[in-house]
């Protein structure tokens, strides 16, 4: 087992919310530092016990170990894994298996593989790896997924600003996990809104990561409860812990990307309530 530690989120529920300040929302729902060049980069929050974060192998490959705030002897001992890669080519190495991730490639990883080993591939833009990983009590086998080889799903209108392309990778009529949803939504050009109306599934906690989102340009992530709605100013390549009574939706200044992965008590994607936004407040 290594010595390095993962920072840890503790749960909290709605009651916590009004009585927040900006500083307190961010450092309890914002994960900002995601990819730090050379280095696997984790967080672990009680929701559902998702560990998420970055791996960038900046020239050196890095390996995935054991830590000790799960109690493993390496990481994926009692866990499975998905991985999308938001940056330049490379490979992910599991178990002697070499698998190679184009951006906006999945990669899933089941439970029971000893060994992970990140590594960029000779490309001019360095490998960024988004890592999202929940317990597991079975193993699946691991499976590499293109873009554009998921369930493709044509969402909202240009007309309310929402128009996006959402593809589902893992899922369950796709890439078998025992808990994991996982997949990549990309905004058409001109559109800003990532969904609406926002929704809630008390059943699941998701996690966001925001990418391709302009260096001048900001996404406006809403959360909390439907009466007491509050927000965060992300950027680009940071990620949100959005608990299950939380609601989420959120608007850019600008279209971009994100990755959105979930895992709870079910696999069923549509399984969500609903916040139309003349109810929120």
């Known amino acids: 087992m290594t010595e390095t530690r993962i920072p840890q989120r503790y749960a909290t529920n709605p009651v916590q919310i009004p009585g927040m300040t900006t500083d307190e929302l961010r450092a309890t729902y914002l994960v900002p530092d995601v990819f730090v060049p050379g280095e696997i980069r984790l967080t672990y929050t009680h929701h559902d016990r998702i560990v998420l974060g970055g791996a960038v ?77 929940a317990p597991a009590h079975t193993a699946y086998p691991a499976a590499l997924v293109s873009p554009g080889e998921g369930t493709v799903r044509e969402l909202g209108d240009q007309l309310t600003s929402n128009r996006r392309t959402l593809t589902q990778i893992i899922h369950e009529n796709g890439v078998k996990s025992c808990q994991i949803v996982m997949g990549v939504t990309e905004l058409h050009p001109g559109s800003m809104w990532n969904t609406m109306p ?34 965060l100013i992300v950027a680009d390549r940071q990620a949100v812990i959005s608990p299950s009574w939380s609601l989420h939706s959120g608007v850019g200044t600008a279209a971009y990307s994100f990755v959105w992965a979930m895992a709870g008590e079910n696999q069923s994607f549509d399984d969500m309530d609903a916040a139309p936004i003349t109810g929120l407040r």
């Open 57 to 133: 192998p900046a020239g050196a490959a890095l390996a995935l170990g054991g830590y000790p705030e799960i109690r493993s002897e390496y990481f994926l001992e009692h866990r499975e894994l998905g991985i999308v890669n938001v940056g330049g080519t490379g490979t992910v190495t599991a178990d002697g298996e070499v698998h190679t991730l184009v951006k906006g490639a999945c990669l899933y990883l089941g439970r029971g593989i000893r060994s992970v080993v990140f590594a960029d591939a000779g490309d001019a833009a360095a490998a960024q790896f988004y890592l999202f990983s």
């Open 198 to 231: 926002a929704h809630t599934h008390d059943r699941r906690t998701e996690c966001y990561l925001y990418f391709d989102v302009p260096e001048d340009a900001r996404v406006v992530h809403l959360l909390g409860e439907r009466d007491q709605t509050r927000h």
